[in-house]
DNA sequence: CTGAAAGCGCTTACAG
DNA sequence: CTGAAAGCGCTTACAG
């Protein structure tokens, strides 16, 4: 009644609950139940109370839905890169593991750069979300302060925590950074070069990978990195490549710190006629669509994307329902392709 | 101190604005107004709310907020696919043009489907949202309806409308369709393919002006096209190449209606020794950063999918603002661009 | 420039 | 299985 009077009107205009419950003749509390606990009510409410949402067309009104249960029914995903394939792969696996309707995903692209993370992450907080999905481990000193704060259950994904402290569903970065340069060393390769773009956390630690596994070979030159903090693109891969041919003439193989870079690399090396493998090999890391076609084919690190997404959805679901996980740090490898490029 | 008795809490345990107010000293809704509108209140006042919500962490509650002032400040952005780089860049262009803070974007990816969107929509439209943004122009009689029942502003994106009864920005896909065929007509090319996949309304109205454009040349032969439901992707662009070349061995220049399907098709020449141009022309559409790129470099009609998601924004910006817009058709038009693969 | 009251549209205990 | 009351945390008129 309250609302049909002829008082100044403060609501959106839309259907209340309070209006079908009058029109299917029950309580608003009732209608309530009948909508969110079905179980709990007789067939003939339950069915009443649906005719009566039919035929007024009502939608729920989440904010308030929302304020009443102090349960926002949202799940906060912050991811570095949207035109990064890498990254709607892992949002793919988040929606499949979450599943429709039940959650809502508040997707934020943070371009790489923490003031963004810790202007989204503010901004997303006032949402109250349930939980929080990250997709790098290491954070502005702000942002850790305000994941404290907020007590809101946190998942990285991508990389692996040192400990248990940061729930954590990944591979680890530096085994397979050392696992490619292992390969090309095993496959007789000595000058071989890394290319890096971006400079961010995943990056560096596949670049460590390299170092490492060149030391212990005692390959290592520092001559033989050639890192940016552009983004990476396939146009600066060409270009990055163009500067390795240069300042190291002898180098026989380059590993790109990821495909597209690798795509560029090839293309590149394409157009000054030199041949791969032959003269140079070249290997990428995700394993892009692209790469098992292009020609020559590319030798990439296929990492487990989609399901990175996936088991930490589920994971941070368990923490939502409160449940203790069985495992705080969930190993989810990585596979080498070996291809024509090497 | 309602909440501080020893009663069972109900909320999240979250500061509030009360508490805000109660630390600064002044009322719950001086502390609002020195919030959200501080010209309205004195400097004192101001910087006495500030530090309190600095001291106590103070984030407002976006649920609280929306249902008393019935705004939601949510806009939905559905769009049929993440894993193509198109409606990545298309969301940039959204989140320039919104700007950061003011709104939050409620992103939805259809995959395509029709229940999808109407699933999604049902969903994001308990959030109240101020405006939609859409990515097609042809929807469901469910969703139609649901859209007219919402009373929500909705802008599509892409296409072209025929009247302005709906809002649009975009391009004309029959154009750009029409434009790619005349040029390869123009080029001398006679048997000339058509590779399309998915099926959407977009590359069904660019199948529609290849065909305009064959039937005006006196070229039309329905042989020479291959379309199928699936996913666009390089593997299926391959296939589709080898089916056309088995089906129409004479054909000697293929339009493809993506550039991943044309990346694809250039694979398998090169893999069966076909040389392109010279043997067969292939060209593309959307102009992908590895077009340019690859070799032999393709020819494709350049997209303005940043510049789409940002005009389409504007426009829906005007209109929640309740302003009428000078536009409500907003073409941002194609370009053709040449390489080496025609 | 500041404040007391009412209200947004739901859900949560508590009764019956 | 059903309902009356209170409350979630803000903002909106209306006064002063």
Not at 21 to 46: H, K, N, Y
Not at 71 to 97: K, Y
Not at 298 to 326: C, F, M, N
Request: proline share 4%; hydrophobic share 40%.
């Amino acid at each position: 009644m309250s609302r049909s009077g002829s008082g100044k009107a403060r609501g959106t205009g839309r259907t209340t609950l309070e209006q079908v419950a009058a029109q299917a003749g029950v309580s608003i509390m009732t209608a309530s139940r009948a909508l969110s606990q079905p179980q709990l009510v007789s067939e003939a409410t339950r069915i009443k109370v649906e005719q009566a949402v039919a035929e007024l067309g009502y939608v729920p009104n989440r904010a308030a839905r929302a304020l009443a249960s102090a349960q926002s029914h949202v799940i906060v995903v912050l991811v570095p890169s949207l035109s990064n394939l890498v990254f709607t792969a892992v949002l793919d696996g988040i929606q499949d593991a979450v599943g429709p309707g039940r959650y809502q995903l508040l997707i934020g692209n943070t371009h790489y750069s923490d003031a963004q993370e810790e202007k989204l992450l503010s901004i997303y907080l006032q949402s109250n979300p349930d939980g929080i999905l990250l997709s790098s481990l290491a954070h502005s000193p702000q942002v850790a302060q305000m994941l404290a704060a907020s007590k809101v259950p946190v998942v990285s994904m991508m990389d692996l925590a040192d400990n248990t402290d940061v729930l954590s569903v990944g591979f680890s970065q530096l085994d397979a950074g050392m696992a490619m340069t292992r390969y090309l060393i095993d496959k007789g390769y000595r000058r071989i070069g890394f290319i890096g773009a971006q400079l961010d956390e995943r990056t560096l630690r596949r670049a460590d990978g390299y170092r490492q596994a060149m030391q212990a070979a005692g390959l290592a030159d520092q001559r033989l990195e050639v890192m940016v903090p552009d983004s990476s693109t396939i146009a600066l891969g060409a270009e990055l490549m163009g500067r390795m041919l240069d300042s190291v003439p002898d180098v026989d193989a380059v590993f790109c710190c990821n495909d597209d870079l690798a795509h560029g690399a090839i293309f590149h090396c394409q157009r000054q006629g030199i041949r791969i493998p032959e003269q140079i090999a070249i290997s990428g890391f995700n394993d892009l669509p692209a790469s098992a076609w292009m020609m020559p084919s590319l030798t990439t690190i296929d990492t487990p994307r989609y399901q990175v997404g996936y088991e930490a959805a589920s994971l941070l679901l368990q923490l939502i329902a409160g449940k203790e996980p069985e495992r705080r740090r969930i190993d989810l490898g990585f596979t080498l392709r070996e291809r024509e490029s090497t």
